[in-house]
């Protein structure tokens, strides 16, 4: 355990850096005058919990530790999620628009014809870095004028709740690892070949009316997405 606690302080004080080669296993006998038996015991532990991993042949190295959010498995959203912890959210507004929904906005909201929609596209920052890109639609009825609404930097939700009284009381949720368009990539600032975590979502209202169809492109190379199940 002292070993598993000196080497996993090395790791979160950055002096042993992601993706380095962790010394090999004669090379910790050596360092620390501890045992092979030992330093196995140590390695295997942080490995467990994700702070080194193996690759055969090669050796040990060092993992990069992600950030935990757990927005995706509750109503808070990205921006209530991470000002909750402190953290400072940006917003980009790249689109806001009054609309005629597409099939899949028109099943997901249970629209019927002629209904229109209000669509936002936000990408979300968290100091320079893109974190989230969204795609919102929201039947237009129960939020008239939200096209003109000023969005910049603030929670949708809050929004939402505030200027028309529209809190979710349930919603479903599909998850999915997708590859992002060149598009995507672009604006989250990441190769087209480094995958994404895809989330859909459907939010409904307290007397089952669905108000709001999400879609939102996670950076799962920063950060990995937490559930608690009770």
Known sequence: MQLKSILQGQIQDGELLPDSRLYSENELCKIFGVSRTVVREALSELVHDRFIYRIQGKGTFISGRKEEQDYAGSNIGFSGEMVGKGRKVLTKILQQKLA????????????????????????????????????????ADLVSGFENVNLGNRSIYDVL?????????????????????????????????????????????????????????????????HFTFR
Request: net charge positive; proline share 8%; with cysteine.
């Open 100 to 139: 005629d929904p597409g099939e899949r906005e028109q099943r997901m909201l249970r629209l019927t014809s002629p209904q229109r929609v209000v669509q936002i596209r936000r990408l979300l920052y968290i100091g320079d870095t893109p974190r989230l890109l969204v795609d919102m639609s929201f039947p």
């Open 161 to 225: 709740r505030r200027r028309y009284g529209l809190v979710p009381a349930s919603s479903e949720r599909w998850i999915e690892a997708i590859r992002p368009t060149e598009k995507q990539a672009g604006l989250l600032k990441i190769s087209p070949d480094t995958p994404v975590v895809g989330i859909e979502s459907c939010a409904y209202l307290a007397d089952g009316r669905a108000f709001e169809y999400y879609y939102g492109c996670h950076r799962s190379d920063i950060s990995r997405l």
